[in-house]
């Protein structure tokens, strides 16, 4: 599973993290991003406050831009909005294309870049709800 947002530096790398925690060993998932100046840094820091909060360690992430290889590698490309997803669309290959879909499935997570803390923390909630969509409930 690939999760997808603007600048891999908020909420693609959290859900991430939670889709993985939710699907255990088996489940593998990367995150990536379509543009954006955090290449290689690290999340932003009130996500990674917003994810301590709910018992995630995201302090190891690092950004890192959406390669065809990635698209290749996944099984699922899962999109935080819809217009990373139109994107997404207009650069991959037509058999990526069918993999593409949107991580609340008829809805956007919203970016809370420039927000305060409290949108962070309602963003993270949203996503960690939203692992269910894609895996199993928990037991």
Known sequence: ???????NYCRSPFA???LARRGGDDVQVR???LIGKWQDQPANPSMIKAAG???YDLSTHRAQQITLEM???ADTV???NAAVLETLRTICTEDNAQKL??????????????QGGDVFNDCAVLIETGTALHIGRLP
Do not use: F, K
């Open 1 to 7: 599973m690939l999760t997808v947002c603007l600048g």
């Open 16 to 18: 991430a993290l939670a």
């Open 53 to 55: 909060r709910l018992g």
């Open 78 to 80: 899962l999109t935080m």
């Open 31 to 33: 995150s990536a991003r």
């Open 101 to 114: 879909g949107l991580y609340l499935g008829d809805r956007d997570v919203p970016d809370p870049m420039g």
């Open 71 to 73: 698209l290749d590698w």
